[in-house]
Nanobody, 124 residues
Framework: QVQLVESGGGLVQAGGSLRLSCAAS????????MAWFRQAPGKEREFVAA????????RYADSVKGRFTISRDNAENTVYLQMNSLKPEDTAVYYC?????????????????WGQGTQVTVSS
């Protein structure tokens, strides 16, 4: 069983930056594929970024490519999402997710564990 706890959300002006953190429990964190998703009010949860556990291969949604960076610290059992040049349309609840299968995926149904989410609000 893996527990995920996000932090780092908040209110920021457009053009600003935030760094989200996701602390994971469990002794095999380094083998999990980790990802960030987000869900805006009235919309479906959507993929943001993912990083594999073994090769640290990354994948990003087109909407955040070049602005967001996913990284992980396996010694600290933590995954990060650095968000730069934030836009009002980035406003959402951001969720951390983990999956045992090493293949990267953009699909929510492929992830085994989820955090409770952290709110990010970008004002114009």
């Amino acid at each position: 069983q893996v527990q995920l706890v996000e932090s780092g959300g908040g209110l920021v002006q457009a053009g600003g930056s935030l760094r989200l953190s996701c602390a994971a429990s469990g002794r095999t964190f380094s083998s999990y594929t980790m990802a960030w998703f987000r869900q805006a009010p009235g919309k479906e949860r959507e993929f943001v970024a993912a990083m594999s556990g073994t090769t640290e291969t990354t994948r990003y949604a087109d909407s955040v490519k070049g602005r967001f960076t996913i990284s992980r610290d396996n010694a600290e059992n933590t995954v990060y999402l650095q968000m730069n040049s934030l836009k009002p349309e980035d406003t959402a609840v951001y969720y951390c997710a983990a999956k045992i299968n090493p293949l990267l995926s953009r699909l929510t149904q492929n992830y085994d564990y989820w955090g409770q989410g952290t709110q990010v609000t970008v004002s114009s």
